[in-house]
């Protein structure tokens, strides 16, 4: 696998890579790599010849200072990884070769209603940030593929317009979440949560699948989301920010002309904030 730190680097190398026609696949992340993560990197084998995946913790998609200054580092781990995944490139830049005049500059782009609401509400100023070193990395790689996971819902519904607003020729594929044998969410953050903890946020994914099930029995969408916060409100040790049910698409109320709802959930557990979601086709 080759390391570029500096953008020029990595740049001359795409432009090599396109010369002699190869399909290029980008897998964005922020390190402390998990099986899930690597999911992305084999998912852009199948669809490219080329796969990049970037490592870099940007600083100003964090709205909480001590949050950014406790995300796990564990790039030699990380690289090891990437290299049993036959990953091709590892892009690795320092916050300066991002940022070389500081932090200003957030993209220019209104998202709107799906970027307001949730993670938007809660997270201030996150989304922002996000899309402000997507775009960056995006320029930067070119690729014909962006492989983003369905873990971060919201977000890779606003790098899909980020995509089209900015007409960048790259075809943004979702892939499925990737969890433990119990049920929760692989996260980089997930190392953080303590024995009892980590027993507890297990309850996330129950909540939602039960949710999903009840919905399948055609409960309504909008009581049920305030019945599982309720749950997980009541629930000693967890502190949930948020649980909805909303049309996939638009993130508005479910309607009759929904095709696929999604019912998404984050929470405070033993001092570490997780988030989870599953989708549902309502077509069939
Ligand atoms: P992060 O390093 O947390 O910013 O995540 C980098 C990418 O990996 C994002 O597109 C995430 O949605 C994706 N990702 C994170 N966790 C998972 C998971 N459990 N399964 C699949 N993809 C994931």
Redesign the pocket.
Known sequence: MLIFKHIKDIEKHIISCKKAGYKIAF??????L?T??I??VDEGKRRADVVVCSIFVNPTQFNDKADFDKYPNTISADIEMLNDAACDVLFLPSVKEMYPDGFGNPTSIDFGHVANILEGEHRPGHFDGMAQVVEKLLRIVTPHVL??????YQ??LIVRQLIKRRKMATELVM?????EKDGL????RNVRLDAPARKLAVTLSKVLKDALNRLKKKANPGILAIEQFKKLQETPGIDPDYFAILDADTLMPVTANTKKVVALTAAVIGGVRLIDNMVMDVTR
């Open positions: 897998a964005p992340t922020m390190g402390a998990h899930g993560h999911s992305l492989l983003m996971g369905q873990k971060d977000q890779q892939c499925p979440t990737l969890r969410a692989m996260s980089s």
